[in-house]
């Protein structure tokens, strides 16, 4: 897949329960190195979109395209196996173990089936390599012996980071994760995602605007299961149907 090629491709996308049209004909493409918001009120269709791209739901129509490679039927393991939807826990560290072991756990996820011919020992040391290298980058090589228990909120938050790194998604997948943060949890948040969209582009589902607004490159709405608008966060602020529909006034 080139640059030119959308990271993911969404084309016409429905499902249905019941009478109820969840998606109704929903296209959206995710490209390198974005930020696309899709936001929109509660019941829009939201959630059941993210199902339908992570593999959990499947579509009642419509395609998706991932790198270039039609997904549509492949189920969740495969998908999340090409990449797809291996969105981070944001608090998936084990507070017992060193930076450094977090990161190696997070590495020995994605590449024990290249590397399980190593020698442990050797294999421990490629791990503890690879590990102190994404350390580096965020700025805990210091810290990397220190349990993440006794690391402070900043660190932590790097550490994070540290672990979404070492798992090398595709593309991240996230349904509204500022969801119960408080304002400084949520500006905290903001920074480690500007800094993960420079890894894997972001479908970020959120409620928070002042969020959307400081992330998003491109924002999409949906309301009943269809997108209404598509844009830039300057042409979305200033769309009077989408100022009507959703933002309140
Ligand atoms: P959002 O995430 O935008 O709030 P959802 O995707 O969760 O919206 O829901 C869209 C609509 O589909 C809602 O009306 C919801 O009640 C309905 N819905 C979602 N999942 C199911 C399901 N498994 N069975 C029946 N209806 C569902
Ligand atoms: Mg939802």
Redesign the pocket.
């Known amino acids: 897949a080139d640059r030119e090629t959308p990271v993911l491709e969404l084309n016409n996308l429905r499902k249905s329960?019941?009478a109820?049209k969840?998606?109704d004909d929903v296209s959206l493409t995710l490209r390198a190195g974005e930020v696309h918001a899709l936001i929109?009120?509660?019941?829009?269709?939201?959630?059941?979109?993210?199902?339908q791209i992570s593999g959990r739901?499947l579509p009642d129509a419509g395609r998706i395209r991932f790198q270039g490679r039609e997904i549509t039927r492949l189920n969740e393991v495969r998908r999340a196996q090409l990449g797809l939807g291996r969105s981070f826990q944001i608090s998936s560290l084990i507070p017992e173990y060193s930076a450094r072991r977090n990161v190696m756990l997070a590495l020995q996820a994605r590449q024990s089936h290249s590397f399980r011919f190593f020698k442990p020992t050797l294999w421990d040391r490629v791990l503890i390599e690879g590990a102190d290298d994404i350390l580096e980058r965020v700025g805990l090589r210091g810290r990397a012996s220190v349990p993440s228990a006794e690391l402070s909120h900043g660190e932590r938050r790097l550490l994070e980071i540290a672990v979404a790194l070492a798992l090398e998604p595709k593309c991240f997948l996230l349904?509204e994760p500022m969801a119960g943060m408080g304002a400084e949890g949520a500006g905290q948040l903001v920074s480690f995602l500007r800094e993960l969209k420079t890894q894997a582009p972001i479908l970020l589902?959120e409620h928070d605007m002042d969020a959307v607004f400081a992330l998003a490159d491109r924002l999409s709405v949906?309301v009943y299961?269809r997108i209404i608008a598509s844009g830039s966060v300057e042409e979305i602020r200033n769309d009077p149907q989408v100022r009507e529909a959703y933002l309140g006034d």
């Open positions: 329960f019941g109820l969840a998606t929109g009120p509660n019941g829009a269709g939201k959630s059941t979109l993210m199902a739901t349904d589902v949906l299961g």
